[in-house]
Nanobody, 120 residues
Framework: QVQLVESGGGLVQAGGSLRLSCAASGRTFAATAWFRQAPGKAREFVAA????????VYGDSVKGRLTISRDNAKNAVYLQMNSAKPEDTAVYYC???????????????WGQGTQVTVSS
């Protein structure tokens, strides 16, 4: 069983920065990803990283603005959002899986999500 708890969401102005955290506990797993879902839209892959530290993977819409990182000692994965845009407004979810994938169905555990709202 894997437990994932997201935090750090909130309201940020366009152009601002925000850092999301995902605290993991329970059994081990290899990869952690961030997805997001805006109202009325499909879930979107944001970024993923292996606990081993190999090269992270990013969705096309966030490359260059969002950075995923991990702290193995704290069992935490982070998503740093810079130059925030109104279109980044969504609920952000942390997910755990055996390998990096852009498909949500490949992840076996999910957090409850944290809301990010970017005002224009």
């Amino acid at each position: 069983q894997v437990q994932l708890v997201e935090s750090g969401g909130g309201l940020v102005q366009a152009g601002g920065s925000l850092r999301l955290s995902c605290a993991a506990s329970g059994r081990t797993f290899a990869a952690t990803a961030w997805f997001r879902q805006a109202p009325g839209k499909a879930r979107e892959f944001v970024a993923a990283i292996y606990w081993s530290g190999s090269s992270p993977v990013y969705g096309d819409s966030v490359k260059g603005r969002l950075t995923i990182s991990r702290d193995n000692a704290k069992n935490a994965v982070y998503l740093q959002m810079n130059s925030a845009k109104p279109e980044d407004t969504a609920v952000y979810y942390c997910a755990a899986g055996a390998f990096i994938s852009t498909k949500g169905s490949d992840y076996h555990s999910w957090g409850q999500g944290t809301q990010v709202t970017v005002s224009s």
